[in-house]
């Protein structure tokens, strides 16, 4: 059984085809640039009998269409996928799923136009997530199609957590309400968690980390989101990459009233001058931890009030859950950055979270432990996996 994951945006397709009876992937690529001078092709084969192998080819992709038919194109030549009726399904990852789609869901003409209609919601996002769904329908029209929404975890949320406190018209006129986001992720580690800790998840209190170019933190009850730290947009929480997370409200209107900011230019100063490379003018993080190592003290602060605001919110969580069974670092920062794991746990004691600095330096497999032996909150380092949690929700949505 093959099922295709797509993850479109708006000048770029990314993709995995995995054999689901192994769960294993294929093929993977990035289709970037498209619509610019030279796109670009970048791809990894994974094929039976053969060695993995990494390509990369440059050509002129015009649109979407187009880097469907390349991609397609590859997956036949290399033997990958014969032809459509190889396909079980094509999942499709969608930013904003509102509150009208709580699970994956087959896609007809009236998802299309709920998706569409959430546009406002996410106009960076879901009208690139749309082009790939009506792309993928036109070229495979005979393939089941699948929406798996990041949103969609976290519609468990109660409502103290997911209203805010402005005029109670907002969110039934506008939807105006903490939506959150990376659910596909934070769910697939939670997966994985109570999977390492031999226990149900429904029985366990988390708090997962996706820590990324874009981050977020989920407190997990019983198997359930309960809060998180994206709200309406991925703008709000934790600093990330480029953007700046939680602010006071009315910084916009100080600057655009007494600096004549316009709120467009404001926007994008958010979203993608800020964060870490607003602090420090570096978003990767290796380059920001080399900085700090020779003396930039830019950086410094930026390391440290990285950490700091997501120890301010490990501390809410744990407020919020009641009891902690385990902390799951992942993304690529998470995965791979141990001097943030260390001082994002660093004087928790008292709650139970202590890292052991051996194993947190020497860990390197998909799901390990990195706290203390003797602390009663394991602190995991989980390698996420969205693209296969996609692919899983979508086959059991065409099998259910």
Not at 47 to 57: F, G, I, N, S
Not at 71 to 76: A, I, P, Q, R
Not at 161 to 184: E, I, L, M, S
Not at 300 to 317: D, N
Request: hydrophobic share 40%.
């Amino acid at each position: 059984m093959k099922t295709l994951v797509l993850n479109s945006g708006s000048s770029s397709i990314k993709y995995s085809l995995f054999d689901m009876g192994e769960q294993s992937v294929i093929v993977s690529g990035l289709i970037e640039r498209i619509g610019e001078a030279e796109s670009r092709h970048r791809f990894e084969l994974h094929l039976a009998d053969t060695e993995a192998r990494c390509d990369e080819k440059n050509a002129i992709i015009g649109d979407h269409r187009q880097g469907l038919q390349n991609l397609f194109t590859l997956l036949s030549e290399c033997g990958a996928l014969k032809n459509a009726a190889e396909l079980v399904c094509i999942g499709h990852r969608v930013v904003h799923g509102g509150e009208h789609f709580r699970q994956p869901v087959l896609i007809d003409a009236d998802v299309i136009e709920q998706i569409r209609q959430m546009i406002p919601l996410a106009p960076l996002h879901n009208p690139a997530n749309l082009l790939g769904i009506e792309q993928a329908i036109e070229q495979l029209p005979s393939v089941p199609q699948v929406a798996v929404f990041d949103t969609a975890f976290h519609q468990t949320l109660p409502p103290p957590a997911y209203h805010y406190a402005v005029p109670a018209d907002w969110y039934r006129q506008y939807g105006v309400r903490r939506y959150g986001f990376h659910g596909t992720s934070h769910y697939y580690v939670a997966k994985r968690a109570a999977a390492h800790l031999g226990q149900d998840l429904r029985a366990l209190n988390l708090i997962t980390l996706h820590l990324g170019n874009g981050a977020s933190m989920t407190a997990i009850a019983n198997g359930q989101s309960i809060d998180t730290t994206m709200g309406m947009t991925p703008l709000e929480g934790l600093i990330m990459g480029t953007r700046c997370g939680d602010i006071d409200p009315a910084l916009p209107f100080f600057l655009e009233r007494s600096h004549a900011f316009s709120f467009s230019e404001l926007e994008n100063q958010f979203n993608k001058h800020s964060g870490l490379k607003g602090i420090c003018g570096e978003n990767d993080m290796r380059a920001i931890h080399r900085l700090a190592e020779q003396g930039n003290e830019s950086a410094r602060l930026a390391l440290e009030m990285y950490a700091y605001r997501i120890k301010k919110y490990l501390g809410a969580y744990y407020a919020a859950l009641g009891h902690v069974d385990a902390l799951v670092f992942t993304g690529g920062i998470g995965e791979n950055d141990t001097w943030l794991r260390q001082h994002c746990c660093d004087n928790l004691h008292a709650l139970g979270i202590e890292v052991d600095r051996n194993k947190n330096q020497s860990g390197d497999a998909e799901c390990f432990a990195i706290n203390s032996d003797s602390a009663p909150v394991s602190i995991l380092v989980v390698k996420t996996n969205e693209e296969l949690e996609i692919a899983l929700q979508s086959l059991a949505c065409v099998q259910s």
